[in-house]
Nanobody
């Protein structure tokens, strides 16, 4: 079992920044790709960004490229999502997820473990 706990959400004005954290614990969490998803009200959950556990490669959803940066501290099994130039459309509950696959997946069904989420609200 892997447990994931997110933190760092909050309310910010458009153009502002937030940094989300997700700390994993449990069985071999260092061998899992950790990703961020988000779900806005009345919308499906969507992939945001991920960092592969082995080669450190990253992948971003198009709308966040150049604004969000995913990083990982392997020593503490923590993945971060630095979010800059935030827009009202970034408002959502952000979830951390863990996947043991060899490749970065963008489909939520591929992820084995999920955190409870943290709310990000961007005001205009």
């Amino acid at each position: 079992q892997v447990q994931l706990v997110e933190s760092g959400g909050g309310l910010v004005q458009a153009g502002g920044s937030l940094r989300l954290s997700c700390t994993g614990s449990g069985r071999a969490v260092s061998s899992y790709t950790l990703a961020w998803f988000r779900q806005a009200p009345e919308k499906d959950r969507e992939f945001v960004a991920a960092k592969h556990w082995a080669d450190g490669s990253t992948y971003y959803e198009d709308s966040v490229k150049g604004r969000f940066t995913v990083s990982r501290d392997t020593g503490s099994n923590t993945v971060y999502l630095q979010m800059n130039s935030l827009k009202p459309e970034d408002t959502a509950v952000y979830y951390c997820a863990a996947d043991s696959s060899m490749y970065i997946n963008t489909e939520e069904g591929r992820y084995d473990y999920w955190g409870r989420g943290t709310q990000v609200t961007v005001s205009s």
